[in-house]
């Protein structure tokens, strides 16, 4: 089955610290994943994907085709990235995304 | 551009009762979606159309069905709502099926 596991449902941190989302696919062919976000009383929205190899708002994520993960960092997390966080995962014609974190950042 | 646009923004409904939910896009893409987004369960996908003319069935296709009336427009349909369809529903679409989605603003439907 071809499947995106985000394991934490909340995530909390401090202003300033480090922040990392999990997430984790299960594709048995050439996927390409993606990170979208979902701020308060706004549209879902792209983060980054990872063929642009690119940082948006100061995050990264490195896809690890060994231990099929796309993990979303940040090294200084800022009051205005609290959201919720989609990992997602496109294939030939299927799409999936992850059960979501949301990430709330304490000032 | 207006992007991604959906109607209504918020609907109740009664159990038994059917509506369709409207989606248009204005940046001449191929690929159009339905989702759901409940909580605890994320975004499912309920209906693609790869392309105008074509349409597949998603994660949780029962009890819905879609129209992809054009290019520009794709809508969804509730023959007979039931209260297991209370959700907020997100119409997406992107250039193909591989590439960056743009979603609308999404529709809160209530099934009593």
């Known amino acids: 089955a071809q499947r995106v596991t985000q394991p934490e449902k909340l995530l909390s941190v401090f202003k300033g610290a480090p922040v990392e989302l999990k997430c984790n696919y299960s594709?048995?062919?050439?996927?390409?994943l993606f990170w979208y976000v979902q701020y308060s009383r706004q549209r879902l929205q792209l983060l980054l994907r990872?063929?642009s190899r690119e940082s948006i708002k100061g995050f990264t994520a490195d896809l690890n085709k060994g231990e099929t993960s796309f993990h979303l960092k940040k090294p200084f997390a800022q009051e205005e990235d609290s959201a919720m966080y989609y990992c997602?995962?496109?294939?030939?014609?299927?799409?999936?995304f992850g059960t979501g974190t949301r990430l709330t950042v304490i000032p | 551009n207006a992007g991604v646009t959906q109607t209504p923004k918020f609907q109740v409904l009664k159990t038994g009762q059917s509506m369709t939910l409207q989606c248009a896009q204005d940046?001449?893409?191929?690929?159009m979606y339905w989702y759901r987004q409940d909580p605890g369960m994320g975004l499912r996908l309920i209906y693609y159309?790869?392309?105008?003319?074509?349409?597949d069935k998603g994660e949780v296709p029962n009890g819905y069905n879609v129209s992809r009336l054009n290019k520009r427009e794709f809508s969804l349909r509730l023959e007979s709502a039931a209260p297991s369809q209370t959700s907020v529903y997100f119409c997406?679409?992107?250039?193909?099926?591989?590439?960056?989605?743009?979603f609308g603003p999404g529709t809160r439907l209530l099934v009593l």
């Open positions: 997406a679409s992107s250039e193909t099926v591989k590439r960056i989605q743009y």
């Open positions: 594709y048995s062919g050439s996927p390409e």
């Open positions: 990872h063929i």
């Open positions: 997602a995962l496109t294939g030939a014609n299927n799409l999936f």
């Open positions: 940046m001449n893409h191929n690929s």
């Open positions: 159309s790869a392309s105008e003319g074509t349409t």
